[in-house]
């Protein structure tokens, strides 16, 4: 397994942007398809995006897609997500997540055995 590592975190106003990063510890990072979870108190963790080890494929939540950006750079050992247009509904902890299961078979948290600590976000009005 990798260790994660989430920064990026903060408060931001509506319509702006944060970007978050996961760096990895651990060798073979680049074999690890990895992702993003979101959590409010009370409710479920919810699927962010996610992408995969070479980064040519990548898959987003309906109410993310077209104002968040997943990308990777294996060389750092580093994923990013990039928030644009945040909302408050946008306001989380966001966990980052690694896996290294086939990426067609990655939906929910049980498919991931990494977890990071988490990073607070949080957007105001």
């Known amino acids: 397994q990798v260790q994660l590592v989430e920064s990026g975190g903060g408060l931001v106003q509506a319509g702006g942007s944060l970007r978050l990063s996961c760096v990895a510890s651990?060798?073979?990072?680049?074999?690890?398809?990895v992702g993003w979870f979101r959590q409010t108190p009370g409710k479920e963790r919810e699927f962010v995006a996610l992408i995969s080890w070479g980064g040519g494929m990548n898959r987003y939540a309906d109410s993310v897609k077209g104002r968040f950006t997943i990308s990777r750079d294996n060389a750092k050992n580093t994923v990013y997500l990039q928030m644009n247009s945040l909302k408050p509904e946008d306001t989380a902890d966001y966990y980052c997540v690694a896996s290294r299961r086939p990426y067609s078979m990655l939906y929910s948290t049980n498919d991931f055995g990494s977890w990071g600590q988490g990073t607070q976000v949080t957007v105001s009005s």
């Open positions: 651990g060798r073979a990072f680049s074999t690890y398809a």
